[in-house]
């Protein structure tokens, strides 16, 4: 998802780097006052196995191999504001080390990928696994934000490449959506495992609120591993920096999808019917569950449709979610009560 | 150290190379906003790129970075705006564009290349450093560098590891592939946290305070940045010494 040069006008990058610079100085400025200062070397090595992790590939489909994209691994475990900080890090040195994403298109790439795919799907998870309580709740929670968190990126991945007229909305979408859809699901599983292995193994480092509150006041205990404290927003003081990242990616997503949501031009019914075929296809492949087609019949209009479509999708994807928690879960359920109860 | 292959050239010594970073960056950016914002639809624009390209093709003779190497990272590097550039073949009149596209991501991609193999990556910290550029994500990038070749060592090992209890990296399904994998990244969060746990140890031992998170005035920022940067390499060495001792148990 990382645009290159030459592919962004130069009014979209600079509006987008004006919202993610914005976006990174208010998470900056978070972090800066409520990160435990025995956390601060973490935002950089955390940014490092950002970096290694993206490099494990595993497999998807013979011949095509897919990598952790980690936006929303890294919210959950470091919290919003500093997943910015560690995902943008990776950007700025992917960036000026591999040219690998183009330093004019950095903005865009930051708003994508750091806000959108990583704060945005914070906000998802912290929602979902609100409604949902317990271990199952988190993991059910990162899993369907991971792929919210991924699918909104390419959608204002698409907006930002559309808006500088590189190619059509109407084709773009279609094209950006269908393929990150499938690639959300990936990340949402392996983002689910490492989570859950996380939890298994060192419950401390992967809690919620509450649970990081407890275990921070033992002194004996936060000695091992700063006691799972995120920088999650626990105090009404803390929630500052979330609202202002959430308007951000709001605007952000007005400014470069919005003038496109609203007039779809034809031809979407042709990649409609592709991405159905493309995305039950591999759904099938991977997790062996029937996923509607993706074009519902008896709607003609496009527009009608699609909305219908990605509804449907989205609440396929929050059920394999939930099928995919309740067996991770259960699976440690020895492992849960210790970390639980602790 | 042995993903060398980062910023292999950036350490040469050619003209390029001396050139002050700041110059160096302000450069790369100036030629990618003229490269993207020259107009197309007239000859004037596919000269533009052509001077444009004459000029990236001397900087590249004149840093003597091998050909060779430029040629296949590109080519590495390019598929991704390949991708885009061919959905816009898709659009009325579109072989002109994505041809345009084409030369305007290429070239790009040939400055941040030779950017980022003339100017080295602790050089472009320091310019950083001196536009005002927040400590923290300054830090956090620096820090991000050095533990790099760790955390990728630290994968190989894992990796090694893996490899020398499985008879094949292909046994099993593709489920348990996927397994091992989640398992290999996890346990590298896990590794990641311990030793941040160490280097602020060995960081604090060295006098380091919170001044970091803390100092908001000028003036007692760039001292307090140049005490902690200190420490920092001097607490990154020793940790990296220490855990390398510490895995081969």
Redo the contacts between chains.
């Keep these: 998802m990382h645009i290159p040069d030459g592919l962004l006008d130069v009014k979209t990058a600079v509006a987008m780097g004006v919202l993610s610079a914005t976006g990174l100085g208010v998470a900056l400025r978070h972090v800066r006052l409520h990160l435990p200062a025995k956390r601060v070397p973490l935002l950089g090595l955390s940014a490092a196995f950002v970096f290694a992790a993206q490099m494990l590939n595993f497999p998807v489909l013979p011949g095509v191999s897919g990598h952790l994209i980690g936006g929303m691994l890294t919210a959950a475990l470091l919290g919003p504001s500093a997943a910015v900080v560690v995902i943008s890090a990776v950007l700025i040195v992917q960036c000026f080390l591999l040219a690998d994403g183009g330093v004019l298109a950095l903005g865009a790439n930051i708003f994508n990928m750091a806000l959108v795919g990583s704060a945005g799907g914070w906000v998802v998870y912290y929602l979902v696994s609100r409604a949902v309580k317990g271990l199952f709740g988190r993991v059910l929670a990162a899993t369907f934000a991971s792929w919210v968190a991924v699918v909104v990126a390419a959608v204002a991945c698409a907006g930002a490449l559309a808006t500088s007229g590189t190619a059509s909305w109407s084709v773009l979408l279609p094209m950006m959506t269908g393929v990150h859809m499938l690639i959300g699901v990936g990340e949402g599983v392996i983002t689910a495992m490492v989570l859950t292995f996380i939890a298994k193994t060192r419950p401390e480092m992967w809690g919620d609120a509450a649970a990081a509150k407890r275990s921070q006041k033992p002194e004996a205990r936060s000695q091992e591993m700063g006691g799972g404290q995120t920088v999650n927003p626990t105090g009404t003081e803390r929630w500052g920096a979330v609202i202002v990242l959430g308007l951000l990616i709001c605007v952000g997503l007005a400014l470069f999808v919005g003038p496109f949501a609203c007039g779809w031009d034809d031809g979407l019914e042709v990649t409609v019917q592709q991405k159905g075929v493309h995305v039950s296809e591999a759904a099938e492949h991977l997790i062996k569950v029937p996923m509607p087609d993706y074009k519902m019949p008896g709607l003609g209009d496009g527009r009608v449709a699609t909305g219908v479509a990605g509804a449907v999708g989205t609440v396929v994807v929050f059920g394999l979610a939930w099928v995919l928690a309740r067996s991770l879960v259960r699976k440690m359920k020895p492992a849960v009560d210790v970390g639980g109860s602790e | 150290m042995r993903a060398e292959y980062?910023?292999r050239y950036s350490r040469l010594s050619s003209p390029v190379h001396r050139l002050w970073t700041g110059v160096k960056l302000l450069a790369?950016?100036a030629v990618?906003?003229v490269?993207?914002?020259m107009p197309r639809n007239f000859w004037g624009g596919w000269a533009g790129l052509a001077a444009v390209a004459g000029f990236l093709v001397v900087v590249a003779a004149m840093s003597g970075i091998p050909w060779g190497f430029l040629l296949r990272?590109m080519l590495w590097?390019e598929p991704?705006?390949i991708g885009?550039?061919l959905?816009?073949l898709?659009?009325v009149g579109g072989w002109q564009v994505f041809l345009w596209?084409m030369a305007?991501?290429?070239?790009?991609?040939l400055?941040?290349?030779l950017?980022?193999n003339t100017a080295p990556?602790s050089e472009?910290l320091r310019v950083m450093r001196r536009v005002k550029v927040?400590t923290?994500?300054v830090?956090?990038?620096?820090?991000?560098?050095?533990?790099?070749f760790?955390?990728?060592d630290?994968?190989g090992r894992i990796k090694r590891a893996r490899m020398s209890r499985t008879f094949s990296e292909r046994g099993g399904g593709?489920s348990r592939?996927?397994?091992t994998?989640?398992?290999?990244?996890?346990?590298?969060?896990?590794r990641?946290?311990?030793?941040?746990?160490r280097?602020?140890a060995a960081?604090c031992a060295r006098g380091w305070g919170?001044g970091?998170?803390r100092d908001r005035k000028g003036a007692t920022r760039s001292s307090a940045l140049l005490s902690h940067g200190r420490s920092l390499t001097v607490a990154a060495q020793i940790v990296k010494d220490n855990s390398s001792g510490n895995e081969g148990r």
Excluded: H, N
């Excluded at chain 2, 305007?104 to 991609?109: D, I």
């Excluded at chain 2, 620096?142 to 533990?147: C, D, Q």
């Excluded at chain 2, 994998?181 to 896990?190: E, G, H, M, R």
């Design positions: 980062l910023d790369a950016v990618v906003v490269v993207v914002s990272r590097l991704l705006a885009v550039a959905l816009s898709l659009q596209l305007r991501s290429s070239l790009c991609l400055t941040m290349l950017l980022s990556y472009l927040p923290m994500l830090t956090t990038l620096a820090l991000m560098y050095r533990y790099l760790v955390m990728m630290e994968a593709k592939r996927w397994r994998a989640a398992t290999v990244v996890s346990q590298l969060f896990i990641v946290s311990e030793r941040s746990e280097i602020f960081m919170d970091l998170s």
